[in-house]
């Protein structure tokens, strides 16, 4: 049984991960912006040209990262936009003569084209790729993989993520509690759970290298193998072995995962910061909700009920309807207004849920929300202090499509878990803190708390 205490311990030996000497460029293909949640320092595109590709080559840090807001798209769309994007990194990669890794970072409660996105990578590599590695704990989310089973942290409880209500995702769910049943589930039995290969906690806990580099020797023709990690020593340790191997050998590895094993493999893992150090004038900063996860709904609550926020609601019905401009029209000129005198809004979707038996139906309804809230940014007539947008597939049509952003930094996080960006040059409004808030991260007090820590709300 998965226990706090478990969870806790930890070896406690000195860890040299001898990351200045892995010499392989590690590109972050996230399925949505909130993968930046646990580093710090790093360039993010949202455009994946051979020309921003190689900028990330020749970037300083280890690492970079490409948004492909792949779960907002179906399987034929996320496959042709993954089959570009592979050949584009091949090419750049025989350009400079630099090796790189893919990390196809996805949700830690296992929504995205989950199998499908590695599957893609590879079959277009001029090479196959001998293994695809799961690892979906994040554990700033209380996300952890324990005996083959992905667990997550509820009200107190550590329960299968299968029970949980992400498991009914409406385009993304799924019955499967091991890990290993899950891919057989996601690859429609192309993968078989008995194949399906393991790291197990034991072996990291005792420090067991020969048993993982025998595991690492052995895999061959895109073998699936499931990790287990409880905590960052953890993960550190297998990125370790992986480090050590790769440095000794030429396999090639790819790796679906949530945010813990990346900042495991990168130089500048994340740090809080506060989004007052990055104000440039005196409007009003603008918070948008557009996720309808419960944890989401519960913090919008508080929010409303617990500062001096102007809220305002956007009636998702409407885009079901002939009057769907004007409606936004007036949403954007009261928005505007009350940015423009200096007060703090939050505009959020309505909580009614819009849900079809056609799974293509509903990800073509939730598109067309996060397509009304990205005509709100648009609209806008005045920079806003700061946005903070709430939810996962938003968040990335804000940012490209509602602030133009092709480049941004990554400057930390608003609170363990939540990423900020600084726009970049091209946007709509640059130089401005962005942030990324998950829709299923923190408590019910967190976007309170730290809207109050950030704004100038007293």
Sequence with gaps: MLTESLINETVNDHISKNLN??????????????????????????????ALIEDGFKQENNMFYILTNSRALNEVETTELHQEISHHIASVSRKLDHPYIIISRGDSTLRGHFYLEPKVLSEASNETFDAVFYLPAFFEGSRYTYQGVHYLKEEGRYIPVSESEFANDTTFGFDSETMASFIEEKSDGEINAKDVKRISLTQIRERDTLGIEKVLNEVSHFDAVVVDALNDEDMNYFATCLIAFLNKNEKRFMFRTAASFVKAKCQTP??????????????????????????????????????????????????????????????????????????????????????????????????????????????????????????????????????????????????????VWLTGEEAKYNKMPYVIFPGNIGEVDTLTEVYKMNSNEL
């Design 21 to 50: 000497d892995f010499n392989y460029k590690i590109i972050v293909l996230d399925d949505d912006p909130t993968g930046t949640q646990t580093v710090k320092d790093l360039p993010v595109y949202t455009e994946w040209s051979e």
């Design 270 to 419: 994340g740090e809080i910061i506060n989004l007052k150090n990055y104000s440039d004038q005196n409007h009003g900063g603008l918070i948008i909700v557009g996720s309808h996860v419960k944890k989401t709904s519960a913090q919008l609550n508080d929010l409303i009920v617990n500062s001096n926020i102007n809220a305002v609601e956007f009636d998702v019905k409407a885009v079901t309807s002939d009057y769907l401009q004007s409606y936004i029209d007036d949403q954007i000129v009261k928005v505007s207004e009350l940015i423009h005198s200096g007060k703090d809004v939050v505009v959020y979707t309505s909580r009614d849920v819009i849900k079809t038996e056609d799974l293509s139906n509903n990800l073509s309804i939730s598109t067309n929300i996060s397509n009304a809230l990205v005509e709100i940014v648009k609209g806008l007539t005045i920079k806003p202090q700061f946005i903070i947008e709430k939810g996962g597939i938003t968040s990335s049509d804000v940012a490209t499509k509602g602030l133009g952003i092709k480049k941004a930094q990554v400057i930390g996080q608003i609170t363990q878990g939540v990423p």
